[in-house]
Structure formats: C-alpha cells, structure tokens
C-alpha cells in the first residue's frame, strides 16, 4: 500500500488507532485507518468410490506439484458454498459436501484453511486456468513427494488412513509448527 | 475505495480479471486487481464452574447489547490465540481454550465466526474499551432477551443446553438462514 485509497494522499504511517492495540497504516490526510487481515482458504477433498482427485498446479505459488482443489473465500458466499465453488472452478466438478475435515492455520502466510471432504457428483465442465490435470488417485497412488505443501501431505495421510477405518474426525492445525487436534 | 492504493490513480473499473470469475475494483492506470475478502471473527465462551462471562458492548455496532468476547484475527496469530487475545483484551481475562465450539458464517457482513470454549484463568488487567461491563451469569441469568446477534443467542441457548448434559458438540452454522448443524 502506497497511497490512502479513501483519499489518494501518500502521507500513511504506521500509528496504533485510540483504543486499538496494533499498528495500523493509517493515513496522515484524512485519518483513514487500513487494517490487513488474514484471508480464509476454503476447498475440498473430492473422493469417490476408495479414490480422490487431486489438481495439478499450474500457477505459482508451488507450480507443478499436487494439491486439493481450494482457493480465496469471496464475499457474499458461505465457507461451504466457497469450497464447492473452487473445486467446480479448479476440476470442473460439482460435488456435495460431505462433513468439515480441517481447520488449520498457515501463519506466516496470514491464512486460514477450512476443508472439507466432498462427494463427487459430475464432471460438469472442464478443469479451470489454475490446474494443468486433475487426476484420480487411491490411496497408495497418490504422488506423496509432489504435494504443494507439507500441511496437505498431513491432512492426506490422515485422510487416507482413517478412510480405511470409515471414521474420520475433524483436525485443528497449525502448518507453521506441523501441530494437528482431533476433534470430538 | 476511491483511489489505486498502489499507484494513487482514481481510474478504478469494477473488471472480471483473465483467469478469474468475479468483478474485481480494479485499476485500469497500473493494472494492480484489488481483492476484498470475508473477515474472521475469533472468540470464546468463558466458561468458571457454571457460569459464563459476556461482554455489554460500548460501541457500535449493536452498542449496550450482551455478547461473547470475540473480534477481527490480526495477521501473524492463529485462530486460537485470535480468539484468547480478544478475550483478553475486551474482558481482562487470561483463558485456557478447552475446544472448537462454533463455525459460522454471517455471509451478509462478510464475516466468518470460530468460536471456542474457554476455562477462565484469571483477571489479570482491566476489561477494554470496547466493554461498558463484563459480568459472569448462569444459564438462567443470561439476558437472552439483550443478546447482540440471533446466532449468538442460537450458540449460547445450545451451549447452557449442552453444559448440563456434559456433552458438547461443533456446531457449523449460517447466521443468515438460521442452520446449524452438529459435527460428530
């Protein structure tokens, strides 16, 4: 941020508002205080019959490795109607939301995760700008050492192992410190 | 937003950017695309033996309405500690989280609620500015009838419910249409 975008002026400093506790850019001019907040990430694994479907990244960050479908929340929509809105736009699936899976924190990207597991219903248009394949995977199939990130390889493995038992549990995590919660 | 917060121009255009699916305020002098993305609201229901301490808000919105600690997640923290500085902050109070108790989305304000339960520890400074009274009630004392929003009287209705059973679920809900739903 550059300039105040309620009045145009670059006179913005760093000041702690009255009665607040953290710095805020603040301009100067009109006295317009900016907050930046963290974003929510919502998505979905998509599983049907003992198989899920993974995205292939065709975009940067983390270019060419593996990943559930998932991407910003936008204003208006619910965390569910997000995650099946990404997915849609990244496979060209429509699914239906089968339960909250995780819920885990990526600090130091100032991020929220929220994921579900979803139930694919039909390939309803073709995969989206952002994925370069969408594939099928079981279990012992899925490419472990080409996942984007290592809080998706731990909501995976987990994923994988208790499908095996039919008993899934929601996760509380922490990507920065690899920390997961069950739930309930 | 008035004006480019990257480059100051005032030549904003509501635009779909290539590769994207929403209108975006974007700038048409230096192409910068200005996203605007739901808010998370982290908080606790402090719970000490059977009773639960709420706030009487001293500002708007919803000024001299009763309602749990809660407010915006700062970058750099995790949702549990969002939602233990807020409590800190607005009542005084050290918590210890003891669980995930609340998801829900109030989609018309952009907001995603994550609310824990939370064991009081100690009054350790005095309640902040945006708190005109902090007071400890037992279920049949809560001002059900003064309670700031409906889904924080649907959450505090359950949780009073649940606390004499013993037993509590994760609830997720929408504040707009009313739903919730159990999770495990």
């Known amino acids: ?56 990244r065709a975009i940067e960050p983390q270019k060419n490795t593996w990943t559930v479908a998932a991407g910003f929340m936008e204003n208006g929509e619910s965390t569910e109607a997000a995650a099946q809105r990404e997915t849609l736009e990244e496979t ?4 239906g939301i089968l339960d909250l899976y995780s819920v885990f924190n990526v600090i130091h990207m100032h991020q929220v995760y929220v994921i579900y597991r979803a139930q694919f219903v039909a390939q309803t248009q073709p995969m ?45 995590g922490d990507a920065d410190s690899g920390r997961t919660t069950p739930i309930g």
Chains 1, 2 share one sequence.
């Open 1 to 56: 941020m550059n300039f105040c975008s309620h009045c145009g002026s670059d006179q913005l400093q760093l000041q702690v508002p009255h009665g607040d506790t953290h710095p805020r850019l603040t301009c100067t001019s009109c006295q317009q205080v900016h907050y930046h907040n963290p974003s929510i990430i919502c998505g979905c694994i998509i599983e049907r019959d003992d198989e899920i479907a993974l995205c292939l």
């Open 128 to 172: 989206g700008l952002e994925s370069s394949a969408v594939q099928w995977f079981k279990a012992d199939q899925v490419p472990w050492h080409l996942l984007a990130y290592p809080a998706i390889k731990t909501m995976l493995k987990r994923h994988a192992s208790e499908r095996q038992s039919g008993r899934f549990n929601l996760y509380l």
């Open 92 to 95: 060209g699936m429509q699914v």
